[in-house]
Nanobody
């Protein structure tokens, strides 16, 4: 199984980025999908997730209203649209796939497969 995340970069506050995560060697629609991030010196934290069954999105309070998660099962692709970026959004962003119950969607423990991460830097 491989998860390939991309789309990160250096942007200014208020800008937008769209992260992508392409998966291979798994049945995309059978998994919950999540985005996590880790800033230097901090623990990995939940950003967003989308459930496998009814595609319900979940967001951390810090990104709600600014980020939007989506996926296309036919393309084996997960996206994270990030708008109104702030310096505190600076981190390495990871996509992840798992099949745990919904109560684990916000926990890294709920995910079995992880992408390699893509750096997002928000700075003026």
């Amino acid at each position: 199984v491989q998860l390939q995340a991309s789309g990160g970069g250096l942007v200014q506050p208020g800008d937008s980025l769209r992260l992508s995560c392409v998966a291979s060697e798994l049945t995309f629609r059978n998994y919950n999908w999540g985005w996590f991030r880790q800033a230097p010196g901090k623990e990995r934290e939940f950003v967003s997730a989308i459930s496998k069954g009814n595609n319900v999105p979940y967001y951390a309070d810090s990104v709600k209203g600014r980020f939007a998660v989506s996926k296309d099962n036919a393309k084996n692709t997960l996206w994270l649209q990030m708008n109104s970026l702030r310096p505190e959004d600076t981190a390495v962003y990871y996509c992840a796939a798992g099949q745990a119950v919904l109560s684990y969607l916000r926990s890294s423990a709920g995910y079995k497969y992880w992408g390699q991460g893509t750096q997002v830097t928000v700075s003026s």
